[in-house]
């Protein structure tokens, strides 16, 4: 599958953003669909997942302040951060899982200004 991100921008701390994760065909079929992150000079993570089931999870740094979504209708998945921090910046990419590939989306980045 491939997968589109897009939504990243420059804001504030405290602000908000959605990231959108636009997929090629049905999301139906896909286990884990999910976001990542990779800031300037540290590993990529995880920030946080959904499954086919609508079951989520999410890293310990984001919780209570993002939200991940899907939108199988469009073949979509999203994520709302509020209340961000100067450490939410990075590049953010989308992810998909299903039994035999992973996909990655070109990523979009966020930056937020303290």
């Known amino acids: 599958v491939q997968l589109q991100a897009s939504g990243g921008g420059l804001v504030q701390a405290g602000g908000s953003l959605r990231l959108s994760c636009a997929a090629s065909?049905?999301?139906?079929?896909?286990?884990?669909m999910g976001w990542y992150r990779q800031a300037p000079g540290k590993q990529r993570e995880l920030v946080a997942i959904?499954?086919?089931?609508?079951?989520?999870s999410y890293a310990d740094s984001v919780k209570g302040r993002f939200t991940i979504s899907r939108d199988n209708a469009k073949n979509t998945v999203f994520l709302q951060m509020n209340s961000l921090k100067a450490e939410d910046t990075a590049v953010y990419y989308c992810?998909?899982?299903?039994?035999?590939?992973?996909?990655w989306g070109q990523g979009t980045e966020v930056t937020v200004s303290s």
């Open positions: 065909r049905s999301l139906v079929n896909i286990n884990v």
């Open positions: 992810h998909a899982r299903e039994v035999i590939t992973i996909s």
């Open positions: 959904i499954s086919s089931g609508g079951t989520t």
